[in-house]
């Protein structure tokens, strides 16, 4: 005897067959939107982030090259170029600093203008402008470009909002109160230097500590390791002691 058909193999007609064909039309559209872990992800805008996995790879490869100076003149060029401009504005206003790169471009694209005319007028040639290629350049961003950064933006910015209201709120005891901790020695930080003081230090550091981390890694594994356990002991005791501060096990 052979063995009896599976429940869901029994042949269905008229308005069953329609329902079991609607239910796995219905599976079939879950399944696409489930990832490897199985739960069901929801469904991102045109132009996301993970639309356009190339692009973001390309950049952060870029940014990635530029901080471990991979290409020495390059990165030298950005490094020097921002720390010029920073220390630029510690000594003028914005107005003028915008004012005096303006004319120093001006003064550098003119003085090659009436250069290169002089010379084919002396040559008697006929070359035409000298930054013709640059002038027949497309430089607009398409619609397309446009919206992928911003739905990357609104991405960030609604990840921000979310956090914040999660810590101003106290979702979590302990990660508001250490965000408190962290605003309290910001005022001691905001009281040694100012805004653009600190953003030369930022742009100095990002310059620098990669490479002394990758030439230093196991020594600094070693002590950042050390640290971390001190910091999670002592807020595993601050925890303990405070009621309600326990985390909800996972």
């Known amino acids: 005897m052979s063995a009896p058909p599976d429940r869901q193999e029994l042949p269905l007609s008229g308005s069953g067959a329609r329902w079991a064909g609607a239910g796995a039309e ?31 790879m390309a950049t952060a490869s ?16 950005v490094f020097g170029s921002i ?3 920073l220390f630029s504005l510690t000594q003028f206003s914005v107005v003028s600093v915008i004012a005096y790169l303006a004319l120093a471009a001006l003064s550098a694209t003119i ?17 035409g402008h000298p930054f013709k290629a640059y002038l027949e350049m497309e430089m607009s961003l ?10 990357c ?62 030439k230093y890694q196991a020594q600094i594994d070693q002590y950042l390791g050390l640290v971390r356990t001190h910091i999670n002991t002592v807020m595993a005791k601050i925890q303990a002691k405070i009621p309600g501060a326990k985390r909800k096990a996972e």
């Open 26 to 56: 219905e599976r079939a559209a879950g399944a696409q939107r489930r990832d490897g872990d199985g739960e069901q992800q929801p469904q991102l805008p045109a132009g996301s982030a993970r639309e356009h996995p190339a692009v973001t």
């Open 62 to 77: 870029t940014a990635i090259d530029l901080l471990y100076w991979r290409d020495i003149k390059q990165t030298g060029i």
């Open 83 to 85: 720390l010029l401009l």
């Open 111 to 127: 003085s090659f203008r009436i250069y290169k005319s002089v010379l084919q007028a002396v040559q008697k040639t006929d070359e």
């Open 142 to 151: 398409s619609q397309d470009q446009i919206q992928k950064y911003t739905d």
């Open 153 to 214: 933006l609104q991405l960030y910015v609604n990840s921000t909002v979310r956090e914040l209201r999660r810590l101003f709120l106290v979702q979590d005891l302990v990660d508001s109160l250490k965000f408190a901790v962290l605003m309290w020695l910001l005022t001691y930080v905001g009281a040694l230097f100012n805004g653009l003081t600190l953003m030369i230090m930022a742009v100095v550091s990002m310059f620098t500590l990669p490479v002394v981390y990758d």
